[in-house]
């Protein structure tokens, strides 16, 4: 019998079982040993064993195994050495940094996929409670505010699934000092779509 | 869009200037993690019977838990590989288990998935044919030595040499080895219980 026909079969096998909805227990835990190479060689094979049993335990094994894929807990041999990591780590962040003290290219942009912004305006009188709010995105899982100062300072971020977010009490912004402000977007396709850049000075009564 | 009055807006995580040294975008850093993990994720997790759904579900909660674990640029600046592999590992754990929940709950409230093609009455002898090969094959992969038996099953279920030997730890030369001996028995065993290619012809899925 061919390697393919027996294939065919167990993905029979395996269609099966899962309709009888009969599911092999194997922990979570259990599939962290087989990934981090832990315990016996026994007990690993044992358990992979367990785990090919059923497509779902397999799905979940695999959901597992990508994010151990993804960040490894440490870095391969075959990684970038560490400093030279670092320093790709550094010449992005500064990449980054220098975005940000200009207001993101993306941001500016203004397409019709970008968030529209709603209030606050550019000023804002100081002593009230200021209220960020912007228009709901097709298909958005989550927003991420961002104010800023003229140096690039974070003032506050936040990430929320709403689309307003309330400055908490215990942040302050000074007044007449120029702050700027955007939200992000994250959208599970198509990835994540950016606001315009607002201007925004608290203004004293 | 005003602030919501009748519920509170769902604030993920939030920071302002006291947690924040002068913090750049988050985004490209958790971007990075992402892609390589929605990678690993489409690499293998189609042929193991994950949903397009599912695989972007997963995507979008690592992602979010990435945005709320590293708001601040200090924390990305100094997060080691292994706070990000804790952070992504944990995001795919609780994907796991919520997935595990929502299995269960079918499988209480849908008993009728245990049914299966016998219950069409024009398929029935079709489906019993497949049935018994299907359970013959089950019974003679169960049957076979444990260390040949879970290389047999990840073969079967698409795996690679290359990633058996990688996930057991083994060399190529041994995986290879067991491989082939697990195999042979497993064909043998289906010989000597009259399942044969003809068998396997005669009852197409």
């Known amino acids: ?205 | 869009m005003p602030p919501r009055d009748d519920q509170p807006p769902t604030v993920l995580e939030s920071s302002s200037t006291g947690e924040h040294a002068r913090s750049p975008d988050v985004s490209p850093a958790i971007d990075d993690v992402v892609t390589q993990f929605g990678d690993a994720m489409r690499r293998t997790a189609r042929r193991h019977g994950l949903s397009e759904d599912e695989i972007d579900d997963a995507i979008q909660d690592v992602r979010i838990r990435l945005w709320r674990a590293l708001g601040t640029g200090e924390k990305i600046r100094r997060a080691p590989a292994s706070y990000l592999h804790r952070t992504v590992v944990s995001a795919a754990i609780d994907f796991i288990r919520r997935r595990r929940a929502r299995r269960e709950s079918v499988m209480k409230d849908d008993d009728v998935s245990a049914l299966s093609v016998e219950d069409v009455p024009g398929r029935a002898d079709r489906a019993l044919n497949e049935s018994e090969v299907a359970d013959q094959v089950a019974t003679a992969i169960d049957d076979l030595v444990e260390s040949r038996r879970a290389v047999v099953r990840m073969y079967l279920a698409g795996y690679e040499r290359e990633e058996i030997a990688s996930l057991l730890g083994w060399t190529e030369a041994k995986t290879r080895n067991l491989l082939y001996r697990g195999l042979d028995d497993l064909r043998a065993t289906l010989t000597a219980r009259g399942i044969t290619p003809e068998s396997v012809r005669r009852s197409p899925t």
């Open chain 1, 1 to 205: 019998m061919s390697d393919e026909a027996l294939r065919d079969v167990y993905a029979r096998i395996m269609r099966k079982r899962d309709a009888t909805g009969r599911v092999t227990a194997v922990s979570v835990e259990q599939m962290q040993v087989v990934l981090e190479r832990r315990g016996s060689e026994e007990d690993r094979v044992r358990t992979l064993d367990a785990i090919m049993r059923d497509q779902e335990t397999r799905a979940d094994f695999e959901i597992l195994r990508a994010a151990y894929e993804a960040a490894p807990k440490h870095p391969s041999r075959t990684a970038l050495p560490y400093a030279f990591a670092a320093a790709l780590v550094l010449f992005v962040g500064a990449q980054v940094w220098r975005q940000m003290r200009t207001p993101p290219p993306d941001a500016l942009r203004g397409s019709g996929a970008a968030v529209a912004v709603v209030a606050p305006g550019p000023s804002a009188p100081a002593g009230v409670p200021l209220h960020f709010t912007w228009h709901r995105v097709a298909d958005a899982t989550a927003y991420a505010i961002q104010i800023v100062d003229a140096d690039g300072g974070v003032a506050y971020s936040a990430v929320t699934t709403d689309t307003a977010v309330v400055l908490p009490d215990n942040v302050r912004l000074r007044e007449d000092r120029a702050y700027r402000w955007w939200v992000e977007a994250n959208r599970p396709t198509g990835g994540p779509v950016k606001s315009l850049v607002q201007p925004l000075r608290v203004v004293g009564r």
